[in-house]
Each structure stands twice: as C-alpha cells, then as structure tokens.
C-alpha cells in the first residue's frame, strides 16, 4: 500500500471509495456538500463525471450557482486485498491543504532551528519532543567524540534539571495543563543535573495543546537563554537600588545596614560591613591601623540563622594583621582568598570572651572582598559570600562590586562628615527660636529673647506663636530648669511637643496635661542624669486666642500669668492660677476666660524679668529691684504703649527692666497686640437635623459669599457644606451649626453635638458611603477637626479666589 508522506488534515477532507472502473462505491458524508450534491448521485459515478478536470493530484470542481471553481488537492491510495474496492481517493480543498503545508513548516522551523528552544509536554509532564538547541542547554551528554547526543524520550523534567528547578517549572507547566492559562515571559533559572553550578536564566512561555476534538493533549513550552541579559538588567537595577537607598539617610548604621539589605539575595548569600568604630563619632577612619576597632554595622543574610562562626551585626573586633595589601586599595578581592584581613573579637566589660569568628563563613561557597574607599580613604570593608549551588563571583561580579563599594563609601563618608557637624551644631539649632516677628491676622507679635551672662550659655527658655485653626492663635512661653545644651535639647523636644499638640487643638488645660505627662516620659527615658536640666520641673503657659469673639483662654503650668492691657484701661495681671510644673504632679491645670477688644495688649514673659536677679549693670535703683517695683515699671511701660509697635514696645520693657540686657538667667518676653475680625467677615447659622436645610445651607453660604465677591469659591463651597452639614444630621443630630469666616483665607465650620472624630479613607467601588470627607479633603486647602465644649467643630480653608470666573 503506497500514501502521502504528508498526510492532509482530515477535517477539510472527503474520502471515495472507488471500484475497479473509478465508480465510486461509497463516499463520506461531507462528500455531498463539497462535491454540491446528493450522495445517492455520487455513488456510481465515475472520478472523471464528479470532477472537471484530473491533473497532476489536482482537479477543479465547477460549483453550481458560484462563479468560481474549486481547486482541490487529489491523494490516491491502492487498497490490497482484490476486491470490489480498488482505490481511496482523499479529495482535500487546496486552501486547506496549503494551510496544512504551513502548519507542517511551522513545525519543521520550529525544532530545526538553534536559537530558541521548544518542548512538548505530554498530560503527565514528560517531555516527548525536544529541538536540539535546548536540548544541548538542558538535556545533553557528550559522547566520545565531544558531540551532543540527546536524552531518550519521553524524560521527566526532573532528569535533566536539579530537583528545585525542576519542580518550579513542573508546577507552573502543570498550572498551564489543568487551567489552560497561558504563561508569558516567565524568567527562572535552569541547571543541570549534571552541572549544577552552571545556573542559565531562562525566559519561558507556555501554552496548553489541545486536539481537534478540544481534548488537552499537554502543553507546549517554549524557551530563551536571556543569561547574559538578565546578568545586564541584574547589574543596573543593583546600581538603580544602591543609589536609591543608599545615602537616604545620614544614619551611619543605617546606611551599612541598607547596603548589605541592598545585595542580599539578589547579588549575594550573605553580606557583612565592617566599618571603622571611629566614624560613629563622626572621626577620620582608621582601617589599615593595626590595633584599630572594627565594628560590623550591616549583616544581612538569604536563608537560615546566622552562621555562628561569622561575626553577626554589631560586633566589635580588633584588627591585628593585614595579610593582604590589596586591602588598603579599592580593588575587589575573589577566590582564592587567604584570611586577608586577622582579628581579634571584642568583648564588654564583664561580659564573657566569644569564640574567635571569621569575616565570612569557611567551607564552600564563593567569597569576595571590597573595599570601601571614598576620598582617599579607606573606611572599611564589604564582606559577601555565594552559599554553593550560585554561580561563583565572576571578574564582572567585582567590577560591579567595586562600583557598588564606591558609591557606597561615599554616602557612609557623608554620613560620617554629618555625623560630626550635627555634632558640633545640634544644640544650636535645637536653641533657635521662630522669627521675631509675627504678623496674622488675630495678632502682630514680637518676641526677644535675652541670653544669660553666665558661662553655661545657652538655656532653655523659649516663646512660640502658633497660628491654629478658624483663624485662631496660639502664645506659647516656657522654661527648662538649668542651663547648658542638655536644657537646650529638652527644651526643644517640649517646644516640638507643644506644635504638635497645639495643632491637635486641644484646650490649653487639656494640652498642658498631655506635656506633663510627656514631661514624666521624657524623665523615666533618661539613661544619665541630666543634672537637674531634664522636662521635669519645666514651666509652660499656653494661651489660645480667637479674633471672632474676642475670647482668650489660657493655662499655666509654674508660670507667672500674663500682663494684659486694653484699650483705655491700666494694664492688670490676669488672675490666673497657675498649675505646678511639669512632671510635679498634684492639681490638675485650671484654664481662665478673658475677653479681649481690639488692639489690646498681651505680654508673656518669664519670671526673671521681674524677679530682682539682675545681673551687673541691670541692677536698678534699689526701691526698684523688689518683683513689685519692678512689675510695676512693666506696668508703666505697658501704659504708655500708645502707637507703639510690639517690637518697640518689647525694646522698651527691655530698656526699662533690663538696660545691659546681662541677667543671671536667660529672659524672654512676647508682647502680642490683638485683633478682631470685622463682624461683616464672619456669618453663622444654626440648623436643625433635618436633611430638608441642607439646601438651605447651600443658599445661604451663596449669598454670603456673593455679598463678599467670592463667586469663585461658591461652588467648591457648596460642596463643602452639602457634605458636612448632610453628615452631622446623619451622624451626629442637631443643632448643627454652620459658620463662615473671611480671613487670608475663606473658613468654613460646622459643629455638631457628637463627639465622634471623622476618618478620612478612599471608598471602595462598592461603597454607598464614604465619599464626602475624601471629597472635602480634595477640594478644601487644609481641614480638620477640634472638639468643643459642646460637641465638636469640622472646619476646612480654602484660599481665596477673587478673580471673576
């Protein structure tokens, strides 16, 4: 029996049974359709009567009511036996047949070619058929002769591969069987059993077969060697993440403990840097010193504890020899490595000596050495090591290690140059008090600050004045108890606490409470004595005004309550009674309502101002050096203010109290003059909780900011309040107060009677709610929240927009 050596697909095939004189017997039962009639008229008919023409395995076949004819591709088969039936005949349309011959050459392209490699898988994952190309990467042995020969197929993945390789691949090729997912540039790596340090990274696609019936019959790998392009892209993503993280921070320790993070897993096992212990003081390093202690800031490692006879992170150890003078340069060390670098490990007073430990772990694996050097010098060493089973440190690997230690060094030599700088300036700038000057539009401000004529220098008094929100202020004055940088440092953690908590809006007796608990932390916190120059025993007196009513509450905590004088009136102390000081303990802070008017006079000092301490050359007549006498020039300064600017009333104090400005003790005076917004800056509203006002709401914000020409700033407005008053009737009942206030800004509050804080979170898609605080936080320029007495205030600002349109 002879046949094609190709044969046709059998789907867009018919097939004749034909007799002895080319009648056809019997035929498929697609035959009818191809040939365009019945069966009953094929059979009996001869080859020659169904086709036009026979010519060289082709015919054409006329079709009628179409105005083409049919090629098709004729495939003759002699059939043994003598019988009635001769010949089969397969008749096969030439569009299909040609389609056959492309998928055939496809095929043929596909595994006789020797750059990309292609696999079938059977459902059982073994592989059926391999193109030679992967083969040799994969599968190969070498015969004498040194050429390629194939593993028998069908193998498992699991006989050419390691087994860690292997399962990977098996199980996402698995995952490709069962789902028929597809599996696009997938990049991993693959080695041989037979050679299993030589580690190829490989980028594998993966599709499910499937037979015409949609039967899965397995699935289709297809692979590249992308090594060296993977080693490439590996390389510049190390350089990118080096320089991203690195030098981040002007943390020493944090700087070597990112670097070994930075290269662990992906450019090494485990990764030690070891850096001189004087750059941690911010000195010059010494590495190459015999006797010169090392400590091991950054350690980090893939998998596993820590190798016990490795030096851990944080380990202090002596440098005794240099048995390699490659060190004191900047080139990489790789194998063979001698012990290049002998140490001796470092102990605690009363702690028990540690076995001797090594650099880097002994035995197998890959180790290599960098220095790191930066300006000339060199500050230590980056220790890595490849576990077994990873390609070992090739000459690429050093040169990009080398360029990995130099841009490394130079960003832990910056941090070390930080490190001594912040040294010698930390207290000063922690000493560095606001501006003198302060203009809002609640108060124009002026502060001065007077240092003592003692040695100790700089202490820690300080003033603040912190604008908060709906256009109020806060004035802040305090003192720590002693002098010198560690009363500077406290000073300013209580100052920052201050800000913090002012911002939180909290009431002044409310935020004193708060400091002193703080004060009491900062206390227990303190590993040395600070020689009475800690946060216990501090002074603090915290006012906050408000320019719409006028109203200014205030706390003290061991201050002398402030001097206060409005317009017309002599100048008064306001009787507040002061709390003890910070971290004392005892009666809780009681807070004190004044009602100020317009341009009226707030002067917050500390109590060296009047306490009789003058210093050489302030020392008064002496009927005017008891605190009464001298309270009382403060007074008549205060009284003939007039015009006068606060700072040049505050020069004035000053002049008259302190006229060589050389107390004992370090002085600060703030002198605020109050405003009051215009009563035609300010609109309020009450509400009930009905959801019908919040339209109303809405018109009446429209006309106010109509009359004040905000037209620009209605609309986002609107929102605003839609949003914010529609919650408070849901959430919280009513009254609901809504108020509006022309400032530098345009303020808008509402408060409720709910003592429930609002969270601002992003909705999901399924949501109903959620939406109107993200939409108030978008549109507004800053927003919060405060509690009140009677509930709590949510109010926004934006700025204003008073251009048309």
């Known amino acids: 029996m002879t046949a094609s050596p190709d044969p046709l697909p059998l789907d867009a095939a018919v097939v004749l049974v034909l007799g002895a004189r080319d009648e056809v017997l019997t035929c498929t039962p697609d035959a009818a359709e191809l040939l365009g009639r019945p069966a009953e008229h094929i059979t009996g008919q001869r080859l020659d009567q169904l086709l036009d023409r026979v010519e060289h395995g082709c015919a054409t076949l006329a079709r009628p009511g179409r105005p083409d004819s049919l090629r098709l591709r004729l495939t003759t088969v002699d059939l043994p036996g003598g019988g009635t039936a001769r010949r089969l005949v397969t008749l096969t349309p030439e569009d299909a047949a040609h389609r056959h011959e492309e998928d055939q050459a496809l095929v043929r392209a596909l595994f006789s070619q020797r750059r990309v490699g292609i696999a079938i898988h059977r459902t059982d994952l073994r592989i059926t058929r391999i193109n030679l190309t992967p ?137 030690g840097v070891d850096i001189s212990g004087l750059m941690l003081g911010g000195d010059e390093p010494e590495w190459t010193v015999p006797g010169a202690q090392l400590r091991r800031l950054g350690g980090e490692i893939a998998h596993g504890e820590w190798p016990a006879e490795v030096y851990p992170p944080g380990a202090l150890f002596r440098v005794e020899e240099f048995a390699d003078p490659r060190l004191t340069g900047d080139r990489a060390l790789r194998e063979p490595l001698p012990e290049a670098v002998r140490t001796t490990p470092l102990t605690p007073p009363g702690a028990e000596p540690g076995p001797a430990a090594y650099q880097l772990p002994q035995g197998p694996g890959s180790r290599m050495i960098v220095p790191l050097t930066a300006r000339g010098q060199v500050l230590g060493a980056l220790h890595l090591w490849r576990a077994p089973g990873r390609l070992t440190f090739t000459l690429q690997d050093a040169w990009l290690g080398e360029e990995i230690g130099s841009r490394a060094a130079l960003s832990l030599d910056n941090a070390r140059r930080y490190t001594r700088e912040h040294r010698t300036v930390e207290s000063l700038q922690r000493s560095l008090l606001p501006q003198p000057v302060v203009e809002l539009s609640a108060a124009r401000t002026a502060g001065s600050y007077v240092a003592a004529r003692t040695a100790a220098g700089t202490g820690g008094t300080w003033y603040d004045v912190i604008p908060l929100s709906s256009a109020r202020v806060a004035f802040v004055i305090g003192d720590i108890a002693g002098h010198g940088l560690n009363a500077t440092a406290t000073m300013g953690r209580l100052r920052t606490a201050v800000q913090t908590l002012a911002d939180l809006d909290l009431a002044p007796e409310e935020l004193l409470t708060r400091l002193d608990d703080l004060a009491i932390r900062l206390a227990d916190a303190e590993q040395e004595p600070r020689d009475g120059t800690g946060a216990v025993g501090a002074t603090c007196l915290y006012c906050v005004y408000d320019p719409v009513s006028g109203d200014c509450t205030m706390a003290g905590a061991g201050r002398v309550p402030p001097v206060l004088a409005l317009p017309g009136r002599p100048p008064e102390v306001v009787p507040l009674k002061a709390g003890p000081p910070l971290g004392v303990g005892g009666t809780p802070f009681e807070s004190v309502r004044v009602r100020l008017e317009p341009d009226s006079w707030l002067l917050l000092f500390s109590d060296e101002l009047v306490a009789a301490r003058a210093g050489d050359g302030d020392i008064l007549e002496p009927a005017e050096n008891t605190p009464e006498e001298r309270m009382e020039l403060l007074r008549a300064e205060l009284s003939a203010a007039g015009d006068r600017t606060p700072a040049e009333l505050g020069r004035a104090v000053l002049d008259a109290l302190l006229p060589r400005r050389t107390p004992d003790s370090e ?36 006309d106010r900011l109509t009359e004040w020409g905000l037209d620009a700033n209605v609309f986002a407005t609107e929102l605003i309040v839609s949003e914010l008053v529609t919650n408070a009737i849901r959430y919280a009942g009513g009254p609901v107060e809504l108020r509006l206030i022309r400032d530098e800004t345009l303020i808008c509050e509402v408060s409720d009677p709910s003592e429930t804080q609002p969270h601002l979170r992003r909705a999901r898609p399924t949501d109903e709610g959620g939406r109107g605080l993200f939409l108030v936080a978008q549109l507004a320029h800053r927003w919060g929240s405060r509690y009140t007495s009677r509930g709590k205030t949510i109010w926004t600002e934006q700025l204003l927009d008073t251009e048309p349109g």
């Open 135 to 271: 083969q040799v990467l994969l599968s190969a042995t070498k015969t004498d002769e040194g050429q390629a020969r194939p593993s028998p197929l069908p193998a498992p993945i699991s006989a050419m591969l390691v087994p860690e390789d292997a399962d990977a691949l098996s199980g996402r090729l698995r995952q490709v069987v069962d789902s028929g997912e597809p599996v696009i540039d997938w990049e991993h790596t693959a080695r041989l059993r037979d050679a299993p340090d030589d580690e190829r990274v490989l980028s594998i696609q993966m599709f499910q077969l499937r037979d015409r019936a949609e039967r899965v019959q397995g699935a289709v790998s297809i692979f590249t060697d992308i090594t060296e392009q993977y080693i490439s892209r590996r390389r510049m993503a190390l350089l990118h993440a080096v320089a991203e993280r690195i030098g981040a921070t002007l943390d020493i320790a944090a700087n070597a403990q990112e670097l070994a993070k930075v290269l662990v897993p992906g450019f090494a096992d485990l990764a």
């Open 667 to 702: 002085v600060a005076l703030l002198v605020a003059r109050v405003r009051t917004l215009p009563e035609d800056a300010t609109a309020h509203w009450s509400f009930a909780a009905d959801p019908a006002v919040v339209g109303e709401a809405r018109n009446a914000v429209l």
